[in-house]
């Protein structure tokens, strides 16, 4: 019998590691969100018009891209119970891979809006099938289009529970959104709505990645048999390593003979 994915489970997993991972991705959350609102916001303040718009929406995009590998980056990252990389090198390691993240979210993004105007469904199903296509394109490094079928293949066979984690962080993130928003628009319409959905993109936006992440870990096992943690390689496999030493000898053994 072919094993499905636990949604509890996963669901578990994404808030454990949010919260263990809290110091790391809300400051990047911070170091990313903070300067890509105020440069859009200052975009769009300068002037109206399609190419002020779009000029704002591609720095969102390049953000939220970097911000979507730095978390895979993190989440592989701590597979083997270690945290290897500092912060830095999480977002270099990601910016390598934000022009494939971007086009990879754009597709994406026209193709799940297209199908939710025709009826919905459509849209649904194609945020379910491309649902693991970041961290695929993060973590094997492959092309945007050849990221979008690996992750129809991965999905295969659990589309539904997969569907399940999405829906759960879908409505968790609007609620929380709403609620912040309402919070903050006291204190003026413009202003407390911008502070508002800020805090909601730092809280939230570790979750949506997060979740990919996961899933792309436990789909790929179930599938394929690869283990989601990465065995850390033996010292003497590491180019100028040391070779761990045998331990030493009992008490009263004699010493071996000469090389």
């Known amino acids: ?13 994404v808030f454990q590691y949010y ?3 809290a110091g790391v991705l809300l400051p990047a959350a911070l170091i990313v969100f ?18 002020v718009a779009l000029g704002a929406q591609a720095v969102q995009l390049v953000g939220n891209a970097w911000y979507q590998a730095t978390v895979v980056e993190a989440v592989r990252d701590i597979q083997d119970g270690v945290r290897d990389l500092s912060l830095g090198q999480l977002f270099s390691s990601a ?27 459509p849209g649904l199903f194609l945020l379910t099938i491309w649902a693991v296509t970041i961290p695929t394109v993060v973590l094997e490094r492959r ?18 529970q997969v ?14 959104t709403l609620i912040l928003v309402a919070i903050f628009i006291g204190i ?8 508002g959905s800020l805090l909601a993109t730092v809280l939230l936006a570790p979750l949506g990645a997060i979740a990919a992440t996961v899933l792309y870990l436990e789909l790929r096992r179930i599938r394929e048999g690869a283990a989601p ?25 004699p010493p071996p003979p000469p090389a």
Do not use: Y
């Open 143 to 160: 092309g945007v289009f050849e990221a979008l079928g690996r992750s129809r293949e991965l999905v295969k066979g659990n589309a539904w």
């Open 188 to 195: 003026g319409d413009f202003a407390g709505a911008v502070i």
């Open 1 to 13: 019998m072919t094993e499905r994915l636990d949604i509890g489970a996963i669901l578990s997993r």
């Open 19 to 21: 919260r263990e991972q």
């Open 34 to 51: 903070i300067p890509v609102t105020l440069l859009a916001g200052g975009i769009r303040a300068a002037g109206t018009g399609i190419l």
């Open 229 to 253: 943690a990465a065995a850390a390689a033996p010292a003497a496999d590491v180019p100028g390593a040391t070779a761990p030493q045998p331990p030493p000898p009992p008490p009263g053994t």
């Open 163 to 176: 569907f399940g984690v999405l829906v759960v962080l879908i409505a968790l993130q609007l609620i929380a």
């Open 95 to 121: 910016f390598q891979v934000v022009g494939p993240v971007v086009l990879a979210g754009l597709v994406i993004g026209i193709g799940v809006a297209i199908g939710f105007v025709l009826l919905i469904v």
